[in-house]
């Protein structure tokens, strides 16, 4: 069992940038794709972005087309979410999932995801 971590929450003003940051517990992300989603209350999940397991390939939801970007360091064992021109429709919990199958392709279908991590909370108002 995968456990993930996610850190780098937090509250920011519009315009303003946060760095979230999605580690494993006892395992290595390497060989994995992994995906950064969304949940405001009262919507369904949404995916963010997603990387395959070199960094080649990532998709990107269009509304954070240009303003996120998604990376990795496998040697760091790290997933990265860099978040800039934050606007208040990005305020929800931020989840980061991995799938359990090496590959170098990646989704932001959720149900393709094996192991998801506890959340961390993004608000973003003045």
């Known amino acids: 069992q995968v456990q993930l971590v996610e850190s780098g929450g937090g509250l920011v003003q519009p315009g303003g940038s946060l760095r979230l940051s999605c580690a494993p517990s006892?395992?290595?992300?390497?060989?994995?794709?992994i995906g950064w989603f969304r949940q405001a209350p009262g919507k369904r999940r949404e995916g963010v972005a997603c990387i395959g397991h070199s960094g080649d390939i990532t998709h990107y939801l269009d509304s954070v087309e240009g303003r996120f970007t998604i990376s990795r360091d496998n040697a760091k064992n790290t997933v990265w979410l860099q978040m800039d021109s934050l606007r208040p429709e990005d305020t929800a919990v931020y989840y980061c999932?991995?799938?359990?199958?090496?590959?170098?392709?990646?989704?932001?279908?959720?149900?393709?995801?094996?192991?998801w991590g506890q959340g961390t909370q993004v608000t973003v108002s003045s």
């Open positions: 006892g395992s290595t992300l390497d060989s994995t794709a």
């Open positions: 999932a991995s799938n359990k199958t090496p590959g170098s392709s990646c989704t932001r279908i959720p149900a393709w995801y094996d192991y």
